[in-house]
């Protein structure tokens, strides 16, 4: 049966664009509404200990670690962007790596938009946190947090499984592939019958 036919170039980029920006979207959304509605470092319980809120302005990477390298962070972030966006545009053409890298690049962005945009100043904006499940981890991190966290395990899957970023997948070789096999079944028994005379020769 045929596969799939590829995505256009077009096509791939317009899934990775809206994709993008609905992560994005939600992402800055969620923030606006715990910044309005929530007072800080507050510890809100959503469900019992499962979820809860505790809002707070992270200068850090994801799920606050390394507060002091804020510079280094906004800089990174801006490079995956840029490859992703490089790779929509000039390799994508599998559905399943364009809905990745979409939602992927949509968790970048949304914390990128923090870093560029939030106080204290542009390129070392706090990102905003205010997720804690401490049952998970004893982090704080966000919508976009999820997003980048989710989408990096799909990655590593795919690349796993052997697909590529055209939908094609790598094909796994066997050993001996079947024709040498019979080839080289045909000389040994070539040989075999061969070294037995000289065997008995040598015997004698």
């Not at 800080?40 to 200068?59: A, D, M, P």
């Not at 704080?140 to 990096?152: C, E, G, L, Q, S």
Request: charged share 15%; glycine share 8%; with cysteine.
């Amino acid at each position: 049966m045929a596969g799939r036919v590829p995505l256009r170039a077009a096509a791939a980029g317009i899934t990775i664009a809206i994709l993008a920006v609905l992560v994005l979207a939600a992402d800055q959304f969620a923030k606006h509404l715990v910044l309005t509605n929530l007072s800080y470092e507050q510890l809100v319980h959503v469900f019992g200990n499962f979820l809860s809120f505790y809002l707070i302005k992270n200068s850090g990477a994801a799920f606050s670690l390394l507060p002091n390298a804020t510079w280094v962070f906004t800089i990174a972030l801006s490079v995956v962007a840029i490859a992703i966006i490089w790779l929509a545009v000039t390799r994508v053409r599998s559905r399943l790596w364009a809905v990745v890298l979409g939602l992927l690049l949509g968790g970048v962005l949304g914390n990128l938009a923090d870093r560029l945009f939030r106080e204290p100043g542009f390129g070392v904006g706090h990102v905003v946190d205010f997720i804690y499940t401490p049952w998970m981890m004893p982090a704080f991190y966000n919508v976009a947090d999820m997003f980048i966290t989710t989408m990096m395990v799909c990655v590593a899957l795919l690349v796993l499984f052997g697909v590529r970023l055209d939908g094609t997948r790598e094909r796994r070789r066997s050993a001996v592939p079947a024709g040498e096999s019979d080839a080289a079944g045909g000389v040994d028994a070539a040989q075999s019958g061969t070294d037995e005379p000289d065997a008995s020769r040598r015997e004698d």
